[in-house]
């Protein structure tokens, strides 16, 4: 079965600073993975995405992302985080066919430092 | 502008009652997904469909029914039978071809039980 784990439920960090949130999934095969964020009270929105070529993966508001299929990791990072990246970041994973259901970790919730 | 819509934004519901939540696509997607989210667990999904008058079971359905009659419709109903229905619902679409099948979110409607 299909599974995320993001190890970090709380992170803070100072304005200005680096950024790295980790992701790791089980899955049999390259799974098509997905970074969210969600600001309070609201949606979903869709940062990046990875479904196959370069492990590297541009997203917006200056996020990437690099699939380790060795590591079965997807981290997120941003090398200069600003207030309003405060929000929570959801991780998913889903089979590159079929039914598209999504599994989602659990969430890390970024706090930002002035 | 194309989008998904939830409604209401906030509903509150006595014990014992039957309360259905809207969703809305504009997007002509074929897929769609309801999701509860509860603090610290991520997403976990209740139902999907594929395709008009067809719908699975996700992982949570037990207390919930829902419907597929229109393509842009997928209205999900939280029954007394749902023990503890308190929680954020947030509903989703997507496309079922082709190489990209990302989730697109509405804003979410937040369910209290009295």
């Known amino acids: 079965a299909q599974s995320v784990t993001q190890p970090d439920i709380h992170i803070t960090v100072s304005e200005g600073a680096s950024l790295e949130l980790r992701c790791n999934y089980s899955y049999g095969a390259t799974p098509y993975l997905f970074w969210y964020v969600q600001s309070p009270g609201q949606g979903l929105q869709l940062l990046l995405k990875y479904f196959s070529g370069d492990t590297l993966v541009q997203g917006i508001k200056g996020f990437e992302a690099e699939f380790k299929r060795s590591q079965s990791s997807f981290n997120l990072r941003k090398p200069s985080v600003h207030w309003s990246d405060a929000a929570e970041y959801f991780c998913?994973?889903?089979?590159?066919?079929?039914?598209?259901?999504?599994?989602f970790g659990q969430g890390t919730r970024l706090t930002i430092n002035p | 502008d194309g989008g998904i819509t939830q409604s209401p934004k906030y509903l509150f519901r006595k014990e014992g009652q039957n309360v259905t939540l809207s969703c809305e696509q504009n997007l002509n997607h074929d897929a769609m997904y309801w999701y509860r989210q509860d603090p610290g667990q991520g997403l976990r999904l209740i139902y999907y469909?594929?395709?008009?008058?067809?719908?699975q079971k996700g992982d949570i359905a037990e207390g919930y029914s829902v419907s597929r009659e229109k393509k842009e419709s997928f209205p999900l109903t939280v029954t007394s039978a749902q023990k503890n229905p308190t929680a954020f619902y947030l509903c989703?679409?997507?496309?079922?071809?082709?190489?990209?099948?990302?989730?697109?979110f509405g804003p979410g409607t937040r369910l209290t039980v009295l």
């Open positions: 469909s594929q395709i008009v008058n067809d719908f």
């Open positions: 989703a679409s997507s496309i079922t071809s082709g190489a990209s099948y990302e989730q697109f």
């Open positions: 998913a994973v889903g089979a590159p066919r079929g039914a598209q259901k999504l599994v």
